[in-house]
């Protein structure tokens, strides 16, 4: 039986050589060693030669930088199981926690599927409100001017009639104005017909239509106030 | 390079103890954590693990001086 072998089976001190020596070893443990290599030369052989081969290994593992399979192995397994376990609080109130936790916070207010929908709802409900008010004022028709407001003093027209106009047309325009002749003829012909309180507009458009009537009208005007 | 020779015909089992006591220096207690073993098998692992390495290496020197 070697030395070697000899000092590992009848020196169980001996197993924890290597530990010895990297320095490594609980203090119970390197105490006992301590006091077993004083008295034993086998040990201290052993001793020797783990401290001859320990530079060498290192050199031998330095050359090959891949880490250890179990030690990887090891590292992976806590990755994996720190992840089924989840996300853990460490209790860090940082402000960049906080400000993630108001954020997160806002996001809850628009996590209901139902705010997005009450939101559209009420968008559609104020425009259908708005198109039913403006559908509740009265239409304004092209065809027609209404008169708003007190309504104004009679307004006058001046119509000079054509000399060969004959009395039922010069009658007719009258009524078409719906007025009444207040004056004329004059000497020039002119005659003055009032006419209800209208708005200057229908007054024209009134006037223009009768200055259509070529073969009846000469003039008309609207007699200022 | 005679270490690393002597390493590579060592079985895995057997590198991978080394390594992690000479090269990584971890405890025996974390190496028996790490490789889910007893402490006990750890200190044998490597004794016997040293003991191939020490064979080897005389291997490989006396190959090289009869070349």
Redesign the interface.
Known sequence: MSS??QA?TDHPV???L??YL?G???ESDRRAVDQHLATCADCRRELD??TA??A????????EPMP????KA?VMAQIQAARAAGPRSTGDDSPRRVGEAVEQWFRNLFGPRWVPTLAAALLIGQLALLLWTAGQQSPVRSDTVTTRGIPGAPVRVVVVFQESASEARMRAVIQTLQGRLVDGPTTDGRYTIEVGPSAVGVVEAQLQALRQQTDVIRRAERLAP | MVTRLALSKLSPEHQEILRLVFYEELPYEDIATLLEIPENTVKTRVFYAKQQLKRQMDRVIARESVL
């Not at chain 1, 290192?58 to 050359?63: I, Q």
């Not at chain 1, 250890?68 to 030690?71: D, K, Y």
């Open positions: 070697q072998h590992a001996a197993r924890l290597p530990w990297s490594t070893l609980k030669e783990l081969l320990r060498p290994l290192k050199d031998a593992f330095t050359a250890s399979r179990s030690i090891s």
